[in-house]
């Protein structure tokens, strides 16, 4: 999957597109190396193998995500975009899951153009 995309609403639905095909290794090209994931509000942030541990997380689940963007503010190669987002379904264990949030989301465009994943913080509604 390629993470060049002409604006960071197109991270988002490579996000989505990446999680439901259980693509961690996408996903992780979509956020910059030094970039950092907000598990839940009032957790402190993680990065790097942390960051995709949690995506393997959620994958167990084999449930899919939707997200949609809400608001997208660009200025000068940064980005804001307030997303919302769910997992939703029975999980292999039976259990209903209803998971959603609010996130705030902040990307930045690369010298080669491509925008990335700076942070993301899934309850940044909260």
Partial sequence: MTTS???????VKALVAAFNGDDLAAIEGLYEPDSVLIPRAGMEPVSGPDRMAGFARLREL????????RHSYIVDGIALLV???SIQGTAPDGREMNLSGTGTDVFRRGADGTWRYLIDNPDGGA
């Fill in 83 to 85: 997303v919302d987002w």
């Fill in 62 to 69: 084999g449930l899919p995500m939707k997200a949609e963007v």
């Fill in 5 to 11: 995309h002409d604006d960071p609403t197109q991270v």
